[in-house]
């Protein structure tokens, strides 16, 4: 689903990191670690698409949905419609996102009223959603409870079982122990 061979990233004349190389499978899972400001979330949108490698090969065999700190969710709208939107898009259904986010009661609600993690929720919900065989999620955890943490694991390992795969970088356990470890720069 996902192929990166010895990727480099320089950004703002700086060496992020290089020779980074894993492979997703169906059902696989790999979790990119390490401090702030090592280049997590540039390789997380180098995997998408979004920046162009320095060196290397970066192959996607499967659609993909990203998750990142922009929720990409219109504040002026519902829950269920700003979801609405991205899952016409995707060609699927808002509520198979906002069930597993425990988000089906808040579905009336603007979106701008939600609080950070309800937000995170929510923003995962539109990636569990859009039906995407491979999920790249940044930090996914983040503003999360303890119940959120524990549906995001849920929901990955249902998205797993299913034959999708994930990419996460995170600072916190969420669920992938058995995934493949990458850490960028020292530990």
Known sequence: MLLLEGVALVRGGRLLF????????????AVIRGPNGVGKSSLMRVAAGLLRASAG?????????????AAALDVR???AQALGFWARLDGARAEDGMEPMGLTRLADVPVRMLSTGQRKRATLARV??????LW?????AN????????????AMATHRGRGGAVLAATHQPIGL?????????SA
């Open 136 to 140: 790249l999620l940044d930090e996914p």
């Open 77 to 79: 709208l519902t829950v």
């Open 143 to 154: 503003g999360l409870d303890a119940e959120g943490q524990e549906r995001l694991a849920a």
């Open 128 to 133: 569990i959603a859009s039906g995407a065989p």
């Open 18 to 29: 290089e020779g980074v190389s894993l492979g997703l499978a169906p059902g696989g899972a």
């Open 57 to 69: 090969l970066v192959q996607r065999k499967a659609p993909l949905a990203l998750a990142d700190e």
């Open 177 to 185: 122990e058995d995934a493949e470890q990458l850490t960028l720069g």
